[in-house]
């Protein structure tokens, strides 16, 4: 993977970067962007931006206006059966840098952190659940045998610096399952959080003491796309504001990856060592096409 050295090509060249997930493939890549983005006063921002979507403004929305009170915990999962029945070439899948934390990862923790803040302490558990996967693309290459050489079953747990304790699954190695893709449990009720690789909803609340979820509508738009990240960024350098979507939150984010890895290794909580503040929200009623009032 070479989102990290191309990245730095482009700082070296006097051009802010942004760049597809994950921002780095180890946390030493990662950090030598932001160090020298920092040292040439330049800015560097990451993948996903789904975050900024209607969804999952939305839920912060709802967050911060304590529609579900005090956040106390939150769960998210992306189990699936691996990419092998699908996809043309999915050996870079089961390599250093692949598997389900890195590939999907980034969207499930980019959005938790969106939503509740930084974590500041992880431990988890990891395995290569089979060896070898077996492609079943019936197009191309059907039958070949693919070795695994990184976990393809992560379960993390992770301590928020405001608070909340969250579980975070991601998994290739799971044929179906009935489990919620994220959700946030507050003081005064439970919010059921979409798909943090769209941009859109459904987003559903329960408060306590009602007997069924009510869906809410969007407080934000939808109609949006994958680039808003790096629009986001354009606005700010004219405006001196900061970028959502930055490096910051990116590298945050590989770490988090890298140190549920880690905590499995060595049996043991991992503090978090990078700092970043929550996004701010977007606001509401923006005229299509506009990032700022």
């Known amino acids: 993977m070479v989102h ?30 932001l160090d020298l983005a920092q040292a040439k006063g330049l800015r560097t921002g990451g993948a996903p931006d789904t975050f ?7 839920c912060r929305k709802l967050i911060d206006d304590g529609w579900i009170g005090e956040p106390v915990a939150a ?12 996809h043309p070439n999915p050996d870079f899948f089961y390599q250093k840098g692949g598997g389900p934390m890195f590939d ?21 558990s990891a395995r290569a659940s089979f060896s070898q996967r077996v492609i079943t693309n019936p197009e191309q290459r059907t039958g070949e045998r693919i070795d695994v050489e990184i976990p393809t079953h992560i379960t993390g747990v992770m301590d928020f610096a405001s608070g909340p304790v969250g579980t975070i699954v991601t998994s290739f190695d799971v044929w179906s399952h ?9 003081s005064e009720g439970s ?20 007997q069924d979820w009510h869906e809410v509508p969007l407080t934000h738009s939808a109609d949006v796309g ?68």
């Open 191 to 210: 919010l059921s959080v979409p798909d943090p690789n769209t941009f859109d909803g459904p987003v559903r609340v329960r408060r306590a003491g009602q």
């Open 75 to 86: 769960t998210a999962f992306m189990a699936a059966h691996g990419p092998e029945g699908w």
């Open 104 to 124: 999907m990862g980034p969207y499930y923790l980019t959005a938790l952190v969106s939503l509740l803040g930084p974590v500041r302490r992880v431990t988890g």
């Open 178 to 186: 009935n489990l919620p893709r994220i959700e946030i449990y507050g």
């Open 226 to 293: 994958r680039g808003i990240g790096v629009a986001d960024m354009a606005y700010g350098l004219r405006s001196g504001r900061p970028h959502r979507a930055s490096g910051e939150l990116a590298y945050h984010v590989v770490e988090l990856m890298h140190s549920f890895h880690e905590a499995s290794e060595t049996g043991s909580h991992v503090m978090i060592e990078s700092q970043v503040q929550r996004p701010a929200a977007l606001p509401m009623g923006l005229r299509a096409g506009t990032l700022d009032e």
């Open 4 to 33: 990290a050295s191309v990245n730095l090509q482009i700082l070296e060249a006097g051009k802010c970067a942004h760049t597809e997930k994950p921002f780095a493939v180890d946390k030493a890549e990662g950090q030598a962007v």
């Open 52 to 58: 900024l979507g209607g969804g999952l403004q939305t």
